[in-house]
């Protein structure tokens, strides 16, 4: 079984503001991980993904993310927030044995502060 | 590439009216997806196809949904009769994931914004 739980369904920042976004595992064999952006009226855009690989993966749109494996935890992180990057955040986690099947969290709505 | 089409965009009908979406995948994307995205809620697998063949359809309430990939390439997805608990907004993805090689993000599609009534 494998689930993520996404803490804060609405995050607010302000302009410049580092963004930190939550995101916890669990799964009974070794995860990858994925962020996804869903902008109004869109569908998913991946983010960024963890396949095993470095810990600190960098994605698309200046953020990032660190796989640590002892917190069981995959935080989105951006140093400084975009008005544009207005947009709900979700987390995602499956595994490389047998057909992948992805399973998301809730999401996050973050709200970017003038 | 040209992404995941999908159509319609948005659809409004009565409850027990019947609905059909479609999806059009990448070329060469050998997995599709249906997945259920209520609002407020991350999106919910419905149904997974490898080509033309069911992998995963646990979640499909198929009393009312149906859904089929001929040839391979493009898939619909059918409720047969819509109940109002359908509205949501109904997302295809593809992916060039072949049997256990689950290191690629999907693409998605926009999705089609069902609301009934």
């Known amino acids: 079984a494998q689930s993520v739980t996404q803490l804060g369904s609405h995050v607010s920042v302000s302009e410049g503001a580092l963004v930190l976004l939550r995101c916890n595992y669990s799964s009974s064999v070794p995860p990858y991980l994925f962020w996804y952006v869903q902008y109004p009226n869109q569908g998913l855009q991946l983010l960024l993904k963890y396949t095993s690989a470095a810990t600190l993966v960098k994605g698309i749109n200046g953020f990032e993310a660190e796989f640590k494996k002892s917190e069981t935890s995959f935080h989105l992180t951006k140093p400084s927030a975009h008005m544009s990057d207005a947009a709900e955040y979700f987390c995602?986690?499956?595994?490389?044995?047998?057909?992948?099947?992805?399973?998301f969290g809730i999401g996050t709505k973050l709200q970017v502060i003038p | 590439e040209a992404g995941v089409a999908q159509s319609p965009r948005y659809k409004i009908i009565e409850k027990r009216q019947s609905v059909a979406f479609w999806c059009n995948p990448i070329s060469g994307h050998a997995t599709l997806y249906w997945y259920q995205q209520i609002l407020g809620q991350g999106p919910k697998l419905l149904i997974q196809f490898q080509n033309n063949g069911v992998v995963d359809d646990s979640q499909l309430p198929k009393d009312r949904f149906s859904a089929e990939r001929l040839k391979g390439v493009d898939s619909t997805l059918k409720i047969q009769p819509a109940k109002l608990e359908d509205s949501a907004v109904y997302l295809c993805?593809?992916?060039?994931?072949?049997?256990?090689?689950?290191?690629?993000?999907?693409?998605f599609g926009s999705g089609t914004r069902l609301t009934v009534v």
């Open positions: 993805a593809s992916s060039r994931i072949l049997g256990t090689r689950a290191n690629y993000g999907y693409t």
């Open positions: 995602a986690v499956t595994h490389s044995g047998g057909y992948q099947k992805v399973t």
